[in-house]
Nanobody, 121 residues
Framework: QVQLVESGGGLVPPGGSLRLSCSCV??????????AAWYRQAPGKERELVAR??????NYTDSVKGRFTISRDNAKRTVYLQMNSLKPEDTAVYYC??????????????WGQGTQVTVSS
């Protein structure tokens, strides 16, 4: 069974930093990360794409450009979101998304459970 397990959320003051991690748990199987992304959803708002990476490149929503960096470690099967210069408006639940290929299931979409990020003094 494939799972995306997130960690790294928490409470941070404005201007602070956090690094979110998303581990792709695929026991005993070859795994290829085709697409990885981070989304977020603030209270009362729709879920929005924050950052996305694939073989074609990386893109960010305008509000986080220059502050957030998405990266991945294929050997560790982990995707990261480094968030710097955090602002109160970055407060949201952050979700990891990945399109993964495994030998048994082919290419499928997966979501993490979400991790809360709160930026407040």
């Amino acid at each position: 069974q494939v799972q995306l397990v997130e960690s790294g959320g928490g409470l941070v003051p404005p201007g602070g930093s956090l690094r979110l991690s998303c581990s792709c748990v695929v026991p005993g199987s070859t795994l290829i990360i085709n697409i990885a992304a981070w989304y977020r959803q603030a209270p009362g708002k729709e879920r929005e794409l924050v950052a996305r990476t694939s073989r074609l490149g990386t893109n960010y929503t305008d509000s986080v450009k220059g502050r957030f960096t998405i990266s991945r470690d294929n050997a560790k099967r982990t995707v990261y979101l480094q968030m710097n210069s955090l602002k109160p408006e970055d407060t949201a639940v952050y979700y990891c998304y990945a399109n993964l290929w495994t030998a048994s299931l082919g290419s499928r979409d997966y979501w993490g459970q979400g991790t809360q990020v709160t930026v407040s003094s």
